[in-house]
């Protein structure tokens, strides 16, 4: 089966535990016109079999992913460089406008995207009180939904994944949980850490093409 049809296999049919009150989740493929677009993605960027190494990020956030489906991917990259048009409002996102910037120097999605699937530690967002929630920002949150993650990383490690390396979007907390999930399941040989879009965007754009070329010099290692 290809990457494509994986993917879309996975994010359909994930289950999340439903006792994480207060906190709602985030599941934006559950929408018909939502998986419609990220359908499309997958079959234009990944309708094959070829092996790719992983980046994950923290969760999806409701203006990103939460939007079209697609980790890291605004509605306004998804139709300025993925060329996918979309019924969403075409609004944009710090972190999309990063990713995406990088992977124009990189060679353009096409080339990215042969190379490397973008996912989530966990795949699914949090909400709480209208605002996005990481799943490490409460003990309580992660204690209930660590089986769920450790299960879906398991079934994406399935696909035709390479395990020498995966990289982590993240530099604190996302990258301190997923180091401890993998010394203790064994899944990669080791994890390279890669700051996060936002942060970059926010509190360091003015040396935006450093961060940038910080991200290439590490994927194109590979």
């Known amino acids: 089966m290809s990457w494509a049809e994986n993917i879309i296999s996975f994010y359909k049919e994930l289950h999340p535990p439903d006792s994480i009150e207060p906190v709602q989740w985030l ?23 070829y092996s790719r190494y992983l980046i994950l990020g923290i969760n999806p ?32 996102e710090l972190s999309a406008e990063f990713i995406y910037r990088m992977i124009l120097d990189y060679g353009g999605p096409e080339k990215f995207y042969s190379d490397y699937f973008i996912g989530s530690v966990c795949p699914l967002g949090f909400v709480l009180k209208g605002k996005n929630l990481n799943y ?22 399935a696909f035709n994944v390479k395990k020498d390396v995966c990289f982590c979007i993240g530099e604190a907390n996302n990258f301190k949980y997923l180091s401890s999930l993998n010394a203790r399941m064994q899944w990669f040989e080791k994890i390279e850490v890669l700051p996060h879009p936002r942060f970059i965007m926010q509190y360091k754009r003015k040396k935006l093409e450093e961060y940038i070329q910080r991200y290439l010099i590490l994927l194109k290692k590979k």
């Open 27 to 49: 599941h934006p493929q559950m929408d018909d016109k939502v998986l419609s677009i990220f359908s499309q993605f997958y079959r234009k960027y990944f309708n094959d079999t």
């Open 61 to 92: 956030g409701r203006f990103g992913a939460g939007v079209t489906g697609v980790n890291f991917t605004a509605p306004k990259q998804l139709l300025e460089h993925c060329k996918i048009d979309h019924p969403f409002k075409n609004q944009s």
């Open 136 to 157: 490490y920002d409460s003990k309580e949150l992660y204690n209930k939904i660590e089986p769920f993650i450790i299960q879906n990383l398991e079934k994406l490690l």
